[in-house]
C-alpha cells in the first residue's frame, strides 16, 4: 500500500462554485491545495469521523466530516477511485468509506435534518441537497416560512440567491413556533456578521491605500470592521489568504497587506487587496480589551494585555494572532539602489515591485500578486519609449499577462540573477537578450543558448531557402535589366554632375556643389517608373521541379484537417499558430519520422533536378542572361568613363556662359537610354533654343 494518494484535477466546493486543485491522502492529513489562490486546507486523521462515497455533477465525490463540525465535499473522481480509496482509508484512517446515494425524484417536499453546520433537506431518507450554514448571510422569517440568503462569490458565473422553506403550523401541543425555532437552528450556525460585544482593540484614523481614505478598524475576535466616514466593510477572518508586510523604498514608510477572498465591494468594484500604509516613526501603545487570563488563555503568549511599540508592528502582530497566517516579507532580493523591492509602472500607474520567496506582489494600483507556481514564463523586453529602461513581462498558466514597464536599465542584471535562481522560464533567453538594450554588455553574461526556440530556427532555415530561391530568379531578372533603357540611377547622377559644373562653370564650386546636393532628389521618379518592371522579372519556369517541403510543413499538411475537425470554426492564422504550438510538443519519434520523410523528398528533388538541366531545361536561359547581364555592366562602367568628358566637352561647345534652367535639366533626365544616341545628336540645336528662350534677367543672374 502506497504511503500517499494523490489526485490531479479535484474539485472542492467553496460558495456555490467550485475550485479546481490537488489532492492529497497521507497517514496524518488529508491536504487539498486550490489552484487559483494556492490556498491550502489541510484537515488531521484523528479529527475524521466520516466519509461518504457518492455519485454527484463532475462524475464521483468524496464527503468528509470531522469531529470539530467541518464539513469537506471533494468532486471529479472516476468509478475505479472508490476501491482504492476506500483501501487506503480502512488501512489507515480507521473510516470506513460508505457509498451514499442521492435521491433524484424531483420532490421539494420533505424533511430538514439539521447535522451540526450543514442543514440537509432529504426525501424517503435520501439527501436531495445540503447547505453549509457558513454559507448564509441572513435568515428572515414570515408567517409560515423562513427566507435563507447566501453569500455571494464573484467567481461564479450564476449565483444562488435564496432558498424559501415552507414550514408547516405544529400540530404538537408544544407551545414554541416551528418557524422560529427552524430559523434559530439556521442562524446559530449561519455566518452572519454582526457587531456584538466589544472589539478587542481598536486602531484610529489609519491610512488605507485601497480602498482609499482614512478608516478606524475595530478588531473582533471573528471579523476585522473598517469603518470610514462614506463606507464600512466587515471582512470575516476566514475570507483572509495572506498577510504581506513590505518596507517602502523610502525606507520611512511601511505597507501593511491584507490579501483577500473573496474580496470587500463597493458598488461594482472589487478590492482584492486591503492596503494600509505606515510611518515608521508612528508609535503607539495598545490596551486589549481582555483580562490577562483570558489573553493568555487563547492566544497562548503571541500576544500581551498591554503592549507597545510601532504601530505597523502593532497592528500585524494582532493580525497574525487572530487570523493565524503567518506574515510574508520580503527575501534576499537588493535591487540596484540597495532597496527590496523595484520602481516600475503597471496600467500607467507607477508603484513599487517585490519579489519575494514564493512569487511577485506589486504595490499599489491596481494591486497584483503572482505566485511562481502560476507563472508559465517571463520575458525582459526593450523599452518602448527609451533605452534606459525596459519592460518585464510575466504570463501565467492561465494565458493572462501582466507587463511591468519602466524599469531602470540598471536593474536588470540583479532581476535576471533573481528569476533565474527561482529557476523561471525566461522566454528570449538567448534570443532577446543580446540585442534587447544596447550600451550595456555585461548584462547578458548570464545568458543560456541552449535554450533555444527549435521551430523557429526551422523557419529560419527555410526562410533562407525561400529567400535563395527569390535571389535566382531576381538575378535573372537583372540580367534583362542591364539592357533596360531605364537603368539610369548611376548614370544620371553622372551626367548630372557633369552639366551642373558646366552649366555654372562661371559660378563658384560651393554653388555647383549646392544644386548636386538639392536636385538628385528627383531619382525618386525613376524608382517609381521601374515598380511595373519588376514584376515582370519573377516569372518562374513552371516546368521545373518544385521544391521539397520541410519535415514542419509535411506534417502540417497531413495534421491540417484534424486540427479543423477538433477546433471548429478556427481561422488560418489560429492554425498556423494551434499548429506551432502541436509541433513542438511532437515527441523526437514523430519528428524523426517527419524528418526522414522530407529528406528523402529532398534527395527526389535533386535527382528531379538533375534530370531537368540534363535535358537542357532552363541552363541555356539563365547563362545567356547572365553573359549579358555581365555585359551590361562592363558597357556601362565604358560609358561612365567615355561618356562624362564628351558631355562637358559638347556643354563647352554649346556656350558656357549659358545659365541652364532645372526644366531643361529634368528633360534631359527623363529621357531613357535607348534613345541616347538620337539625344547626342540634337543636343545642340536643344541648347542653343533653351538658350534663346533663356530671359535676359536669367542670364544675367547667372553669370553675376
Not at 489573553?295 to 493580525?319: A, P
Request: hydrophobic share 25%; charged share 35%.
Amino acid at each position: 500500500m502506497n504511503e500517499t494518494l494523490e489526485f490531479n484535477e479535484i474539485y472542492q466546493e467553496v460558495k456555490g462554485t467550485w475550485n479546481d486543485g490537488r489532492l492529497r491522502f497521507s497517514k496524518h492529513t488529508v491536504v487539498y491545495k486550490n489552484s487559483k489562490t494556492g490556498k491550502v486546507d489541510s484537515i488531521p486523521v484523528p479529527e475524521l469521523t466520516q466519509a461518504q462515497w457518492r455519485r454527484v455533477c463532475l462524475g464521483h465525490g468524496i464527503k468528509l466530516c470531522t469531529s470539530t463540525g467541518n464539513i469537506y465535499k471533494y468532486d471529479g473522481f472516476k468509478d475505479t477511485d472508490l476501491e482504492k480509496i476506500s483501501e487506503y482509508f480502512k488501512a489507515n484512517y480507521k473510516v470506513e468509506l460508505v457509498e451514499k446515494d442521492m435521491c433524484v425524484k424531483g420532490w421539494n417536499w420533505g424533511t430538514a435534518k439539521f447535522n451540526g453546520p450543514l442543514l440537509s433537506f432529504e426525501v424517503n431518507e435520501s439527501p436531495v441537497f445540503e447547505i453549509p450554514l457558513s454559507s448564509v448571510s441572513q435568515c428572515a422569517t414570515g408567517k409560515n416560512e423562513v427566507t435563507v440568503e447566501f453569500h455571494q462569490n464573484d467567481d461564479t458565473e450564476v449565483s444562488l440567491m435564496e432558498v424559501r422553506f415552507y414550514v408547516p403550523p405544529s400540530t404538537g401541543e408544544e407551545g414554541s413556533d416551528p418557524v422560529e425555532a427552524f430559523a434559530q437552528n439556521i442562524l446559530s450556525e449561519a455566518d452572519v456578521i454582526q457587531a456584538t460585544g466589544d472589539a478587542v482593540c481598536i486602531f484610529r484614523e489609519l491610512q488605507c491605500l485601497t480602498p482609499r481614505g482614512r478608516y478606524d478598524i475595530r478588531i473582533y475576535p471573528t471579523f476585522l470592521h473598517l469603518h470610514g466616514k462614506t463606507f464600512d466593510y466587515k471582512i470575516p477572518y476566514t475570507t483572509v489568504l495572506r498577510l504581506f508586510l513590505l518596507p517602502h523604498k523610502d525606507q520611512r514608510q511601511m505597507f501593511f497587506v491584507i490579501s483577500l477572498d473573496p474580496p470587500i465591494k463597493q458598488g461594482q468594484t472589487r478590492y482584492h487587496f486591503l492596503i494600509l500604509l505606515f510611518s515608521k516613526e508612528e508609535d503607539v501603545d495598545l490596551t486589549l480589551n481582555m483580562n490577562e487570563d483570558e489573553v493568555e488563555r487563547r492566544f497562548e503568549g503571541k500576544l500581551h494585555k498591554n503592549m507597545s511599540g510601532s504601530l505597523y508592528e502593532m497592528v500585524s502582530r494582532v493580525m497574525k494572532a487572530l487570523v493565524n497566517r503567518k506574515i510574508t516579507v520580503p527575501g534576499n532580493f537588493q535591487g540596484h539602489s540597495g532597496a527590496q523591492c523595484i520602481t516600475c509602472s503597471y496600467k500607467a500607474s507607477s508603484g513599487l515591485l517585490y519579489p519575494l520567496e514564493r512569487g511577485f506582489i506589486y504595490v499599489h494600483k491596481p494591486p497584483v500578486h503572482l505566485r511562481f507556481e502560476e507563472i508559465a514564463c517571463v520575458n525582459f523586453a526593450r523599452g518602448t519609449t527609451t533605452t534606459r529602461s525596459f519592460d518585464f513581462e510575466i504570463e501565467t498558466k492561465q494565458g493572462n499577462q501582466y507587463t511591468f514597464s519602466s524599469i531602470e536599465r540598471e536593474e536588470y542584471g540583479k532581476l535576471f540573477d533573481f528569476v533565474n535562481a527561482k529557476k523561471l522560464n525566461i522566454k528570449n533567453r538567448g534570443f532577446k537578450e543580446k540585442k534587447g538594450m544596447k550600451g550595456n554588455d555585461n548584462m547578458y553574461s548570464d545568458s543560456d543558448d541552449d535554450q533555444h526556440d527549435a521551430y523557429l530556427e526551422r523557419m529560419k532555415e527555410e526562410g533562407k531557402i525561400r529567400e535563395e530561391a527569390n535571389d535566382s530568379d531576381d538575378s535573372e531578372g537583372e540580367s534583362d535589366e542591364s539592357f533596360n533603357p531605364g537603368e539610369e540611377d548611376d548614370e544620371i547622377a553622372e551626367e548630372y554632375d557633369s552639366k551642373a559644373s558646366a552649366s555654372e562653370s562661371s559660378a563658384d564650386d560651393g554653388d555647383s556643389d549646392g544644386d548636386r546636393k538639392k536636385k538628385p532628389a528627383k531619382k525618386a521618379k525613376f524608382v517609381k517608373e521601374r515598380k511595373p518592371r519588376k514584376k515582370e522579372k519573377k516569372a518562374k519556369d513552371s516546368s521545373a521541379p518544385k521544391r521539397p517541403m520541410s519535415a514542419y510543413m509535411l506534417w502540417l499538411n497531413s495534421s491540417r484537417d484534424r486540427i479543423k475537425s477538433e477546433n471548429p470554426g478556427i481561422s488560418i492564422t489560429e492554425i498556423s499558430k494551434k499548429a506551432g504550438e502541436m509541433w513542438k510538443q511532437l515527441n523526437k519519434e514523430k519528428k524523426e519520422e517527419w524528418e526522414k520523410k522530407a529528406e528523402e523528398a529532398k534527395k527526389e528533388y535533386e535527382r528531379a533536378m538533375r534530370e531537368y538541366k540534363e535535358s537542357g531545361g532552363g541552363s541555356s536561359g539563365s547563362s545567356k542572361k547572365e553573359r549579358k547581364k555581365k555585359g551590361g555592366k562592363n558597357e556601362e562602367k565604358r560609358k561612365r568613363k567615355s561618356g562624362g568628358g564628351r558631355e562637358k566637352e559638347k556643354e563647352r561647345a554649346t556656350g558656357n556662359d549659358s545659365f541652364k534652367s532645372r526644366e531643361f535639366i529634368s528633360s534631359e533626365e527623363s529621357s531613357s537610354e535607348s534613345d541616347k544616341g538620337k539625344r547626342r545628336k540634337r543636343k545642340g540645336s536643344d541648347v542653343e533654343e533653351e538658350v534663346a528662350s533663356t530671359p535676359p534677367s536669367s542670364e544675367e543672374s547667372g553669370s553675376d
